[in-house]
């Protein structure tokens, strides 16, 4: 059964850096593409990054792209966020998903960390 | 970036009847693949979202069979064959087919 642990949100100021993890069992992480998407509070859902199975691709969010960067430790089964020179509007519940059969398609969702930046 | 417009934003239902969303994309959604990812989740109250439908029409496991998706290029619509209680929440579509993969605003559905 595919299990999603996302950790590492929290409170933060503007300007300043975080990292978030996705603990991944259940299934063979080294073998699916992975995404994050974020939930900003009472919004709607805004995909955020994707990288590949083996590391090799990754994609952004133009609204993060020169900010974040998306890594994954296959040993570790476990993908990372980076976010730095976060802004007020990066305030969100940050969800971890797996891809299903290909890269395009978000199977299956972790419960979500929250990140809030704050003055 | 590829624009994600649903209608309608809410979506008032008695239970056991059907329930229908549509999608409009601003562009097609066929991969250079000959795929169409266009994405249908879930999101009730205080949860994550859940994957409903995805390519338009295929059911994710364990999705019950009153979930329907069809569609074509830029249209597309997700029906419910009879809302039951366990329904209400927010639904989205997602395109996955260009990047930035982009969402749609999100339908309520909630019961009359």
């Known amino acids: 059964q595919v299990h999603l642990v996302e950790s590492g949100g929290g409170v933060v100021q503007p300007g300043r850096s975080l990292r978030l993890s996705c603990a991944a069992s259940g299934f063979i992480f080294s073998d699916f593409a992975m995404h994050w998407v974020r939930q900003a509070p009472g919004k709607g859902l805004e995909w955020v990054s994707v990288i590949w199975y083996d590391g090799s691709q990754k994609y952004f969010a133009d609204s993060v792209k020169g900010r974040f960067t998306i890594s994954r430790d296959n040993s570790r089964n476990t993908m990372y966020l980076q976010m730095n020179s976060l802004r007020v509007e990066d305030t969100a519940v940050y969800y971890c998903?797996?891809?299903?059969?290909?890269?395009?398609?978000?199977?299956?969702w972790g419960q979500g960390t929250l990140v809030t930046v704050s003055p | 970036d590829i624009v994600m417009t649903q209608t309608p934003l809410s979506s008032p239902v008695t239970l056991g009847q059907p329930a229908s969303i549509s999608c409009r994309s601003s562009q097609s959604l066929v991969h250079r693949d000959g795929n169409t990812y266009l994405s249908w989740l879930q999101q009730r109250p205080g949860q994550p979202p859940r994957l409903l439908i995805y390519?338009?029409?295929k059911r994710f496991s364990g999705v019950p069979d009153r979930f329907s998706g069809s569609g074509s290029g830029t249209d597309f619509t997700l029906k419910i064959s009879r809302v039951d209680a366990e329904d209400v929440g927010f639904y989205y579509c997602?395109?996955?087919?260009?990047?930035?993969?982009?969402f749609g605003q999100g339908t309520k559905l909630e019961i009359k």
């Open positions: 998903a797996k891809s299903y059969e290909v890269a395009a398609i978000l199977g299956s």
């Open positions: 390519k338009i029409s």
């Open positions: 997602m395109q996955t087919t260009h990047f930035p993969h982009t």
